[in-house]
């Protein structure tokens, strides 16, 4: 007996050094709950009856300059992208509460978004440090999946926190003073809409395109979409810009994904499907876009909304 409760106080004690991690700690957490809680901030402060909110992944937040569209189309424009990481369930439930009547959701998930049960590296960790947890949970096992995980962060990770707490603690204040930016892609820096200052830079290849879009995410995004009805909104897919040979077996999987969301909401994509070859429109990853690129995506953007917003 006594054997059972000490193994329960140790576990005890076990998830709750992991769980304080993973909600104060975790470096990329923490980037996401900075640059989400900003978000919300300035989709808040804007007035008027009709905005246009950007929503998906990293590959959105990184990719959509939501002030150059607004320009051009004359509508308030939000880049809500956070980062795949987190789920389909929970990057929708984010901003399922922020919609309202008028606004136009653009909603770009990153491929690797549609092909699981929802659920996130990330989902139980942000929930708990935007004091949400199981945001975007669904039933009595996925909630309780959500409470065990909020409380078991990977080793990789600790480490990577340790790290930065040391950089914070011993560097040179000076340093600290004239260094105004995060290192990497932990950008916190955004412009009034939402849009990173900076985007990060690097060099991916394209290699073919394989998806899988599951029974959940269709479901899901059926449900989101009626949420966004109901709260008086349109909402809009579109395929996101992917770096990505531009073969049969791509296009055949783009194809795919196109009918599928075509099937809940209208569909926004070019000729090609949105499936790019030129490493020069990207940065460091397959997803996330240069300056060149996310000027021209989002020109294109303005372009494909218009007879939506008309």
Do not use: C
Request: charged share 20%; net charge negative; hydrophobic share 40%.
């Amino acid at each position: 007996m006594w054997k059972i409760i000490r193994w329960f106080a140790v576990a005890s004690l076990v998830w709750t050094a992991g769980y304080i991690h993973n909600r104060y700690l975790d470096p990329e957490v923490n980037w996401i709950k900075t640059i989400y809680e900003e978000k919300i901030e300035r989709s808040s402060q804007i007035k008027g009856s009709k905005r246009i909110l950007i929503v998906g992944g990293s590959g959105t937040h990184f990719g959509i300059d939501a002030l150059q569209i607004e320009q051009q189309v004359g509508i308030p424009v939000v880049n809500m992208g956070l980062h795949a990481g987190l789920g389909l369930n929970t990057i929708l439930a984010s901003v399922a509460s922020e919609i309202r009547p008028g606004d136009i959701v653009l909603l770009i998930p990153e491929y690797g978004l549609l092909a699981d049960d929802g659920t996130g590296y990330f989902s139980s960790m942000f929930g708990a440090a935007v004091a949400q947890p199981g945001l975007g949970g669904f039933g009595v096992e996925q909630k309780a999946k959500e409470v065990m995980l909020m409380g078991v962060p990977g080793s990789d990770r600790i480490v990577q926190s340790i790290k930065g707490l040391q950089k914070s603690l011993f560097a040179n204040p000076s340093e600290n003073a004239s260094s105004t930016k995060p290192e990497g892609q932990y950008q916190t820096n955004l412009d009034q809409r939402g849009s990173p200052m900076i985007l990060p830079s690097g060099f991916s290849q394209p290699e073919s395109l394989q998806v899988e879009i599951s029974e959940h995410s269709l479901k899901r995004l059926n449900v989101f979409h009626q949420d966004v009805e109901q709260a008086g909104g349109i909402l809009v897919f579109g395929l996101p810009w992917i770096l990505s040979k531009n073969d049969a077996q791509s296009v055949q999987a783009a194809q795919t994904v196109r009918s599928a969301l075509n099937e809940i909401a209208p569909v926004i994509y070019d000729q090609d499907l949105n499936l790019k070859f030129d490493p020069s429109l990207f940065g460091d990853t397959i997803y996330h876009l240069s300056p060149t690129g996310r000027k021209i995506r989002s020109s294109e953007i303005v372009n494909q909304l218009q007879s939506i917003i008309n």
